[in-house]
């Protein structure tokens, strides 16, 4: 029989908790309460004994100066209603686990397996809601403030119901039921083509018809089924090996929109075919910087762009985005955007420690009015959940906030975006080798370590290359826990100095079947055992296994000869580490359940097979008119409404909530001034200590000029991130950049009749990025692309603005050097440098031919 | 001799690297230990004068902030590091580490035994906030790490750090023993009394660290270690700052009591 | 900064205040805090 504790503060003192909770349904939800109390639940599923139970009340649970608890009794006191809230089974519970390690030490036992805390939260309303009626203000005040559905459940009591159930659980267990059919099945590709086309929607597996059939094509292919006979395999794909294909081939995974051929139509009606937006424009620009520039390492075929920082030590960079998962789950999308982009870094060459994130996010208004689209949620209610997703995340891994910023467009409604950057260090040589170069051997064992698997994040990379709609997986919304990361952090940067591995890889998007498929590229080819992966639960089918999306795991190839030191020092840091198998040069990529084998697909059909996209784009610029000025003498009210608009106005609550000085490397920190409470240009950190060499990071992003023109958009963007770079003292020549383009969806379709436009501006946006980043010499040395970002459900739909986020980073020689952006003496003099900002006051003085 | 500082590391401690950093440059010894590596050899601390718990977010705050952390030092550590401190050595706990100490009971130590007497709670603000505060050491403290320190500006970065005391007697005993170490104050150096931002959580009396009554184990909330060098401070590009960051002292001031007992 | 083009714009000065002239006159004369107050309250949660 479960055992619950509750832990309130006790009776007198202040509550802040419940006192935020209460400022924020006023503030949101206007609904004004005279008091609330925040109880701390904890639902102990271990068969403890009384005494057990009482000892870590008391020594666990409480804090005995300030908290009051009781056992298997009710807290609550002199309320209205009560609202417990809990999580959905399967659901990362991450204070419910730490929970179970402070039972274990407390009591010296052991959790035995099936044993398990569950962490909910008790809210005492008190004022303005009193009866039956104001039931449904509370399952308001439930959905819309306290929990989200995807994830969470809730029971609503009154005072009086409350007095029979003195001490009871309120919410069953979370304990997941739900079993997968464990079976392997074929899929039969024989089918029409309206079939197909359906069938990749029903399964979610987000491919183009095209797409199909060019796996429909490779299974009717003689030799693939002789060899498919002979492995004792189906004719026709099995479930995983559809699953695996479908993850690979995601828009997510192989940007085929950036890789497609497209046939461009300029604005004067010329016509032009780009092959390949990545190979033309992002690619092309930094194989020309490349030959300016001696301090490139290592760009994109990694997880994440590598620089030389000194002749010592090396930077990573890496900005990801995380939009889809951060609409149907501010908080959790958020804080698995910023913990998973660290994991970029941690699996860049032979693994690097996370130094710095960034952190930029578009938002609607929060003061937005109008009717709210189903499935969406309100912006305050995005905005508060995306930043305390990333304020936990950087926050509890010690990873300090150095930069970021927080844009307002009406149209980012349909879709936030969550732009998540991180930088890392790695000396220069580990084990004696240039910790660049990493690749797994053939005879490698495969090794998943961090967190187990779990049916969150199934899907996710094919779901983010798909627009929000009614059926949008809830199992593709997963929480990141912070704690596990950092412990397997810790410990793989450990093993990296012991040169215990070859290869290391993150399992982001697509899970296993990603990071082993990657990595088998090296050695060329991967066996694996999916029986042996550590679950958090039983009852996942083997397919669920590869491609979950389960946090906090890497991967990595250890020769056999070094994995006893690896599993020992891994049990000795308290991580789990499992082998799952072998890489091998066997050409295919292999998994078996129970011995069977289940999938068997050749290497290079999987990662060379999906057919290129042939795409048409035609431009036409809009009809704009140029903004005349009113002739007014007295512009500081107009002043004032700008520094007051949501675009310019100060982030600080936001921003102060991020450690910003973590890891004690800061120079030039958010907030600069007199007061402290002055914005700056760009963050500047000083990561090796016995070096004055540092680090200065700034973004670009300019949505808003998307209507005008794309191109301007980008060029504004790069613009102001070499601006702010500069204006903190970095130079032309020390400049690093990363593009992470958010679009909506730009292919032509019945759902999408504009895409020939919207694929225009973003031939015209590539453009711009390559023009300016040559002419500036800066190198781009990773990116990334994110290609659906629009809502469709019923009528509604809702397409973001183009919008690119342009990260920069600048090598700076002395960072005694640096300047802050605020004004330091009386009598000094200001000025205006550069040519274009003051053309129209001195057009004498004009010499730059570029646009402003 | 040269002093030697273990520096804790694992299950979320996030400051190590910087603690590690400072310690040494401060003139001692210093290494990252990693929790698991005490519990499994404790006569490791038989090699250290100083034994560091730096900030980050043990377990994830999960519970109360420090508080797992707390029961699996006191727990498995329990017995030597009360030899660790009567044997004269130095113990320092930071933002995390000091949340640790409290709820081990390792801190105020009236009577040499781990009871838990104050508590370390969220800011009245109920927010994690980052801010530099401006700090003076109590006059008559017996905290050898603030040793010739009148006032520091150091970051703080903490959502659970308002300073409770049990009841009266305990605040009293405090100060009495010469235990209450550092307050935040006006940048002027008057009282904060309370008030948002120089008191940044609404700790009582504006207490800010605390030491043991041999002044020997020391904790506070705000990072000496995140103002070593010049730049770290916020105001350096506006006024003259010396080279060395402030926060550094402390640090030296530990080795050089080692050094001198 | 060679070959850049530098326009000078006014000079820092000990009271509050921020003036820009310009149009023939006086556009923009108010107190800092003012301003500074302008820019903080939208998102001051």
Redesign the interface.
Do not use: W
């Given at each position: 029989m479960p055992a619950k504790i509750e832990v309130g503060m006790k009776r007198g003192l202040?509550d802040?908790?419940g006192?935020?909770v209460r400022g924020r349904l006023a503030?949101d939800l206007g609904i004004r309460l005279d008091d609330v109390r925040v109880i701390?639940v904890y639902t102990i599923d271990a068969g403890l004994t009384p005494e057990q139970l009482e000892r870590v009340r008391a020594?666990?649970?409480t804090?005995?100066?300030?908290q009051e608890s009781v056992v298997n009794k009710s807290l609550a006191r002199d309320y209205d209603f009560i609202i417990e809230v809990g999580f959905l089974p399967g659901v990362t519970d991450?204070?419910g686990?730490?929970?179970a390690?402070?039972i274990a030490?407390?009591l010296?036992r052991p959790m035995k397996p099936g044993e398990a805390v569950y962490k909910s939260t008790q809210y005492a309303l008190r004022g303005a809601l009193k009866g039956a009626a104001d039931r449904p203000a509370c399952e308001r005040i439930a959905r819309d403030a306290l929990a989200n559905e995807l994830i969470q459940r809730w029971i609503v009591k009154s005072a009086s119901e409350m007095a029979g159930l003195d001490g009871a659980l309120l919410l069953g267990l979370p304990i997941v039921t739900e079993r997968s059919d464990p079976e392997v099945h074929a899929i039969n590709l024989d089918i029409p083509d309206a079939q197909l086309a359906a069938l990749s929607r029903d399964r979610m597996l987000a491919l183009e018809l095209h797409e199909m059939k060019a796996i429909q094509a490779y299974y009717k292919d003689p030799d693939v089924r002789a060899r498919r006979s002979s492995a004792g395999l189906p004719e026709q794909p099995t479930d995983i090996e559809l699953e695996i294909l479908a993850q690979t081939w995601s828009e997510h995974c192989k940007h085929k929109i950036f890789n497609a051929e497209i046939k461009y139509t300029d604005e004067t009606g010329k016509k032009r075919t780009v092959n390949s937006l990545f190979k033309t424009y992002v690619k092309a620009t930094t194989d020309k910087v490349a030959k300016q520039v001696d301090w490139l390492v290592s760009v994109f075929h990694d997880n994440a762009g590598i620089i030389k920082f000194d002749d010592h030590w090396n930077f990573a960079l890496k900005a990801e985005t995380h939009n889809s998962p951060s609409a149907l789950d501010p908080y959790g999308g958020a804080i698995t955007g910023i913990v998973g982009v660290n994991r970029d870094v941690l699996g860049a060459g032979m693994g690097c420690r996370c130094i710095l994130n960034t952190d930029v996010f578009c938002f609607a208004s929060?003061f937005y009015s109008g009717k709210i689209p189903p499935r969406l949620f309100h912006p305050r209610r995005v905005l508060r959940g995306v930043h305390q997703g990333v304020?936990d995340g950087g926050?509890?891994?010690?990873i300090p906030d150095v930069n970021g910023a927080i844009v307002f467009h009406e149209r980012f409604l349909g879709k936030p975006l969550v732009f998540c950057g991180t930088g890392g260090l790695i000396p220069a040589k580990v084990a004696g080798k240039p910790s660049e170069e990493k690749g797994a051997c053939p005879g490698d064992l495969i090794v998943m370590t961090g967190g187990r698997i779990g049916k969150d994040g199934i899907h996710g990379a094919t779901f983010s290359s798909e627009e929000l709609h009614e059926g949008s997986p809830a199992t593709a919304v997963q929480i990141g826990?912070?704690?596990t990361q950092?412990?397997m952090a810790?410990f793989l940067l450990e093993a990296r100095d012991l040169g215990l591995f070859t290869c290391i890889w993150d399992d982001g998007a697509g899970g296993l079947s990603s990071s082993v498929g990657e990595m088998a590229r090296v050695s060329g080819g991967a066996e694996v055992h999916l029986e042996k992966a550590p679950l958090k639960y039983a009852g996942l089918a083997p397919w669920e296994i590869f491609l979950s999306e389960a946090q906090e795991r890497m991967t990595l190839s250890i020769p056999p000869d070094k994995i006893d030191e690896f599993l020992n020092l891994a049990r000795?840091?308290?991580v789990e580490a499992t082998v799952l198998g072998t890489f091998t040069d066997s050409g295919r990529l292999e998994c078996f359940y129970d011995g069977r084998k289940i999938a068997s697909l050749d290497m290079e059909f999987l990662h060379d097979g999906v057919p290129k996209m042939h795409l048409k784009a035609v431009y036409t610029p809009p009809a704009l008119e140029e903004a005349s000025l009113p002739?007014?003498?007295?512009?500081?009210p107009d002043?004032?409404?700008v520094?007051?608009?949501?675009n310019?106005?100060?982030?600080?609550?936001?921003v102060?909530?991020?450690?910003?000085?973590?890891?004690?490397?800061?120079?030039?920190?958010q907030?600069?001034g007199?007061q402290?409470?002055g914005p700056g240009d760009a963050g500047v950190i000083?990561p090796v200590?016995e070096s004055r060499r540092g680090i200065a990071i700034a973004c670009g992003i300019c949505p808003k000029y998307s209507d005008i023109d794309t191109y301007h958009m980008m060029a504004c963007a790069i613009d102001e991130a070499v601006r702010n770079i500069i204006a903190v003292g970095g130079r032309l020549g020390a400049i690093a950049g990363l593009d992470n383009f958010c679009w909506p969806d730009p292919i032509q379709s019945e759902k999408t009749p504009d895409g020939e436009h919207k694929l225009a501006q973003l031939v015209r946006c590539a453009e711009a990025l390559h023009e300016y980043c040559v002419a500036y010499g800066i190198p781009l040395i990773s990116g990334k692309d994110s290609m659906k970002n629009d809502y469709k459900i019923g009528d509604t739909k809702i397409s973001i603005p183009p919008t690119v986020l342009f990260t920069a980073a600048g090598i700076i020689d002395d960072?005694?050097k640096?300047?802050?952006m605020?004004?330091?003496?009386?009598?000094?003099?200001?000025?205006?440098?550069?040519?274009g900002s003051?053309s129209r006051?001195?057009p004498n003085?004009?010499?730059s031919s570029r646009p402003p | 001799m040269t002093v030697r500082a273990l520096v804790l590391t694992g299950f979320g401690i996030n400051c190590d690297a910087e603690t590690h950093s400072a310690l040494s440059r401060a003139g001692a010894g210093a290494d990252r230990v990693h929790l698991n590596d005490i519990i499994e050899n404790p006569g490791l601390l038989d090699r250290y004068h100083i034994f560091a718990i730096p900030g980050g977010f043990s377990f994830g705050d999960d519970v109360a902030s420090g508080k797992i952390l707390a029961n699996r030092l006191r727990y498995k550590l329990g017995a030597p590091l009360k030899k660790f401190i009567a044997d004269g050595k130095l113990v320092i706990g930071i933002c995390n580490g000091f949340q640790v100490m409290v709820k081990m009971g390792i801190l105020p130590l009236f009577d040499g035994e781990f009871i838990q007497e104050v508590t370390l709670t969220n800011n009245d603000s109920a927010r994690f906030e980052n801010r530099w505060v401006n700090l003076g050491v109590t006059p008559g403290t017996r905290c050898v790490w603030l040793k010739g320190i009148e006032s520091l500006e150091l970051p703080v970065r903490h959502g659970e750090g308002k300073f409770i005391p049990r009841d009266d007697a305990v605040l009293k005993k405090l100060y009495t023993n010469g235990q209450v170490a550092l307050r935040y104050c006006q940048p002027d150096g008057s009282p904060a009394n309370g008030q948002f931002p120089a008191n940044p959580n609404g700790a009582v009396d504006d207490i800010a660290g605390i030491c043991d009554p041999s002044g020997r184990v020391f904790g506070l909330m705000p990072h000496p270690e995140a103002n070593t060098f010049r730049t770290n401070h916020p105001q350096w590009t506006r006024k003259q700052i010396p080279q060395e960051g402030a926060g550094l002292q402390v640090f030296r001031n530990a080795v050089q009591y080692c050094k001198a007992t | 900064m060679k070959g850049s083009t530098l326009t000078r714009l006014g000079a820092v000065t000990p009271d509050p205040q921020l003036k820009i002239t310009g149009r023939g006159g006086l556009v923009v004369n108010a107190p800092l805090a003012d301003l500074k107050e302008a820019w903080q309250r939208p998102l001051r949660w």
């Open positions: 202040p802040p908790a006192q935020s503030e701390d020594e666990l649970f804090d005995p100066i300030i991450n204070v686990k730490s929970s390690e402070g030490d407390t010296d929060p304020k926050n509890q891994s010690g826990d912070p704690i950092k412990k810790d000795r840091r308290a002739d007014k003498k007295d512009l500081t002043l004032k409404a520094l007051g608009s949501l310019v106005c100060s982030k600080e609550t936001f102060r909530m991020y450690d910003h000085e973590v890891l004690g490397q800061s120079v030039l920190k907030f600069q007199a402290n409470d000083r200590p960072v005694e640096t300047v802050s605020d004004v330091k003496r009386p009598g000094d003099i200001v000025y205006a440098a550069g040519a003051l006051f001195t003085t004009r010499r | - | -």
